[in-house]
């Protein structure tokens, strides 16, 4: 039998009838393994709670308390989930409610305590859909999985880094040979645990993250996301009704749009599937009929321009210092103060003189960034831009390139470009309020011809 792990995000465990209708698509499948999100809003509700306690805002947080405890008890009682489940919830919600108050007496959240108190989400909504599906299912076994024992992490908490041979030890322990058994386990995403047992985020999107590193970890044959669109789209939609569905594309392409602003994956998912080759479906749960898109190692068609991804709230920072001129290592020191701050930077040029980098605009809060770059050189930023990239194949080999890309934009001032690095990437940096024109142009002139 074939192995698969299916991750379903939060509009996908919405409600009861979100979770019923994802209940029939894993028996259909046949998962092995089910890896949900937190219901939909319940992680901003979370964070919303954290704040507020921490600020000992008691009446806002009793309200947040109220309504998360509301929503989930409201999911058991649709869902007519068993006195088990619905203790097991309760208890939850009781847990969070203390970690609540404690952070409220101490006027205090510290990094721990944030990613426990973000880790009930997924912790409840596994606990209903663990009961969703074995209804649907009654003749086979499902089970709740604490993702905790498996997936391993360090101690970065908000931004863990998992520990890919622990996990693939810890898979082994605790689940067994998947094949022989006839168990649907039921996990969370976003979640794991560090050396010391301490529960860790991966950062937000992380449960698509999660999916992936699980399939790798257990040898999966498919990793299937399951959210609430058919699949990747050459554009955003929202952005150009021109666009239209991608039904194969390569992990490379797929990792540069995830990147460079596709909202549909989160950048990190496909690492992990691509080190197996592990193939990757992304669907839509409310419309599991339909197509969706297939993220294979290799596919037929490699067009010069496969689609065109928007990232907003770009700044362009610039490091400028004579010292530059002819010192091999430089770019090394400049490299090393944004790893050590854990900071990522999406595009990059320099000249003799200068580098000109582009970051999310939530870069500009960290101070310690940007003093250990001025200790480099003269340092300017710039803000109200987007970077808009061309994906495709072959783009560093195919002449006339250019002139068709600037063709199409060419009243529209272009501050930086960056091609050369991938053969899948071509990124234009432009004003904020242009980027979603230069994106319609683009899809127009490039990829509906």
């Known amino acids: ?21 994802s209940a029939k698509i894993c028996h259909k499948q046949n998962s092995t393994i089910v890896v949900v999100s937190a219901t ?11 704040q507020a306690s921490e600020l000992g805002k008691l009446e806002e947080s009793e309200k947040l308390i109220a309504s998360i405890r509301e929503r989930h008890l409201k999911l058991a009682a649709d869902l007519e989930v068993t006195a088990y489940t619905r203790t097991a919830v309760e208890d939850l919600l009781g847990e969070m409610e203390t970690l609540a108050r404690g952070i409220f007496m101490m006027r205090e959240c510290s990094p721990r305590a944030f990613d426990r108190m973000q880790s009930f989400g997924e912790r409840l909504s596994s606990l209903l859909f663990t009961e969703a599906l074995a209804q649907e299912w009654s003749d086979h076994t499902v089970k709740c999985l604490d993702v905790r ?10 931004r863990a880094t998992p520990l890919i041979d622990k996990t693939t030890e810890n898979a082994q322990r605790v689940l067994g040979d998947l094949r022989q058994l006839k168990t649907t386990w039921v996990t969370q995403g976003f979640i794991g645990a560090d050396p010391q047992g301490h529960t860790t985020t991966l950062g937000r ?33 929202r952005l150009h009704a021109g666009a239209r569905a991608i039904r194969d594309i390569t992990f490379k392409e797929a990792a ?7 909202k549909v994956l989160h950048p990190t998912t496909l690492t992990p599937a691509q080190r197996k080759d592990i193939p990757v479906f992304v669907g839509s749960s409310f419309e599991p009929e339909k197509a969706g898109t297939w993220i294979r190692r290799n596919v037929e068609a490699a067009p010069t321009f496969r689609a065109v991804a928007l990232k907003k709230e770009q700044v362009l920072v610039t490091l400028s210092t004579p010292k530059m001129l002819n010192t091999h290592g430089f770019l090394a020191r400049v490299f090393d103060v944004f790893q050590q701050n854990r900071v990522s930077v999406d595009a990059i040029t320099t000249s003799e003189i200068s580098i000109a980098m582009t970051v999310d605009r ?12 001025k200790e480099l050189g003269e340092v300017t930023t710039e803000e109200g831009f987007s970077l808009v990239s061309l994906i ?30 991938s053969r899948h990437n071509f990124c234009v940096l432009v004003n904020e309020a242009q980027g979603p024109e230069v994106v319609k142009r683009f899809h127009q002139q490039l990829i509906e011809v």
């Open 1 to 21: 039998m074939k192995l698969i792990v299916s991750k379903f995000g939060g509009t996908s465990m919405g409600d009861a009838q979100a979770m019923r209708r």
């Open 40 to 50: 939909s809003g319940t992680t901003n509700n979370l964070i919303a709670l954290s």
């Open 149 to 158: 024992t498996v997936l391993a992490t360090d101690n970065l908490y908000g």
């Open 205 to 237: 999107g992380g449960s698509d993250y999660s999916a992936s590193l699980i399939g790798e970890a257990v040898g999966a044959d498919i990793v299937e996301i399951w959210t609430d669109v058919d699949g990747i789209a050459t554009t955003d939609p």
């Open 256 to 262: 540069e749009m995830a990147v460079f602003g596709a």
């Open 362 to 373: 939530s870069t500009l809060t960290h101070e310690k960034l940007f003093l250990e770059l």
């Open 392 to 421: 495709g194949n072959g783009m560093n080999h195919t002449p006339g390139l250019a002139v068709k890309i600037f063709g199409a934009i060419s009243d529209i001032n272009v501050r930086m470009i960056c091609l050369g690095a």
